[in-house]
């Protein structure tokens, strides 16, 4: 979904994190939670695939966002799935 006469300078990602446990399993209880975890992340905006393709690299550094407010910070640790 793009806004404004530029695309790159009015995105919305949308990319969706999935929490996992120790062992990999998807966490379906959200009202469990930690401050520390890892996350399986689904990119539901593929407008954007090309674009994270060249981005994306092991030990990239970002946010996890709700609208425009940072709630965590998180870092790229395996990717799959995107090339």
């Known amino acids: ?3 404004g006469d530029n695309p790159m300078t009015e995105r919305i990602f949308m990319i969706h994190p999935e929490f996992i ?3 990999g ?3 379906l209880d959200k009202s469990l939670h930690s401050w520390t975890g890892k996350a399986n ?3 539901l ?3 954007f695939n090309e674009y994270h393709k060249r ?3 092991l030990g990239l550094k970002g946010f996890f966002m709700e609208g ?3 709630t965590a910070v998180c870092e790229v640790i395996e ?3 995107l090339k």
Do not use: E, L
Request: proline share 0%; glycine share 4%.
């Open 1 to 3: 979904m793009y806004y």
């Open 21 to 23: 446990d120790d062992n």
């Open 25 to 27: 399993n998807v966490i």
């Open 41 to 43: 992340m689904w990119i």
């Open 45 to 47: 905006n593929t407008d």
């Open 55 to 57: 981005r994306i690299k």
């Open 68 to 70: 425009a407010h940072r």
């Open 79 to 81: 990717i799959v799935g």
